[in-house]
């Protein structure tokens, strides 16, 4: 069953801190996605990377978020600093030839 | 870019009756078009799909209709059950892209 794990599940924060958020893909050498999932926006694309490379990251405010695949198996996703409009549920998807585009079960963050 | 316009956003049917969802798309050159299904707390996951050489696909009560020239394709759910009832999302890839544009989502309930 294939499956793209990301965690943590959940995070409560208070504004201003740090958080970070991982992704394992199934297989690591495709493209990787995050997105990010809210009532009033739906699905919003942050950036995505192609074989562990930058593609496009258009989608992310520059200012307080990063995103990086250090290797073919992580893939991570940064705020610093964080704010409570950043409150959402944020997903890694990976597409590969055999399973298509496949998300992670997601993040839930809360910023208070 | 792309974009996706998916109606409607809530869909009440009574069980063993069908349900037909619809969207839009603006690139002409889109070429690959899914559709997700997402249960509470969980990830959207790929129930369906079609590419822009195909006029219909079919997988069981489940099946999709794509109309190029008008660029709208429909989700078409037969014979429906209470676990059809999810948020379901339909989105494309425009031709040379590798990220999907999402719809906003249909919420569809099935009355028993």
């Known amino acids: 069953d294939a499956r793209v794990t990301q965690t943590p599940r959940h995070k409560v924060t208070e504004m201003g801190q740090e958080v970070t958020m991982r992704c394992q893909p199934i297989?690591?050498?495709?493209?990787v996605f995050w997105y990010r999932q809210t009532m009033m926006q739906g699905l919003e694309l942050l950036a995505y990377f192609r074989n562990r490379a930058p593609l496009d990251d258009s989608g992310m405010p520059k200012d307080r978020f990063s995103a990086e695949m250090p290797d073919a198996t992580l893939a991570t996703l940064k705020i610093q600093p964080s704010e409570p409009r950043d409150s959402a549920v944020y997903f890694c998807?990976?597409?590969?030839?055999?399973?298509?585009?496949?998300f992670g079960s997601g993040t839930r963050l809360t910023v208070v | 870019g792309e974009n996706v316009e998916q109606h409607p956003s809530t869909l009440s049917v009574q069980e063993g009756d069908s349900a037909v969802i619809k969207c839009t798309y603006s690139d002409s050159a889109s070429n690959y078009f899914p559709w997700y299904k997402q249960e509470l707390g969980k990830g959207p996951q790929l129930i369906i799909d079609i590419r822009s050489n195909v006029g219909e696909k079919k997988d069981q009560r489940i099946a999709v209709t794509l109309n190029k020239t008008a660029k709208h394709f429909s989700l078409h759910i037969t014979e429906t059950q209470p676990e059809d009832s999810a948020v379901y999302f339909c989105a494309a890839r425009g031709a040379g892209s590798y990220q999907l544009t999402f719809g906003k989502g249909t919420k569809l309930s099935v009355i028993p």
């Open positions: 297989l690591g050498h495709n493209t």
């Open positions: 998807v990976e597409d590969s030839a055999n399973y298509g585009y496949t």
